[in-house]
């Protein structure tokens, strides 16, 4: 099982570049779904990229997945 450790998991990452684009931020911010079923499904995170998109996702994974490796800008 995988546990999600709120809003500091993945603050390391802001300010690096996905392709083009840089992470501006990646918030806890659990959906609903997250949310009634006690974190066993759902997307707690959802990133914020430079060119305005976001992306909700569970796993960071999801993320490399859609916008490839995460390099440092």
Do not use: W
Not at 35 to 55: A, C, I, Q, W
């Amino acid at each position: 099982m995988t546990y999600h450790f709120g809003n500091n998991e993945y603050a390391h990452l802001i300010g690096r570049k996905l392709g083009e684009v840089l992470i501006e931020n990646i918030e806890y911010s659990p959906d609903d779904v997250y949310t009634m079923t006690d974190g066993h499904s759902g997307k707690p995170y959802v990133l914020v990229l430079s060119n305005g998109d976001t992306f909700p996702f569970r796993q960071f994974q999801e993320v490399i997945d859609k916008y490839g490796v995460c390099e440092v800008a």
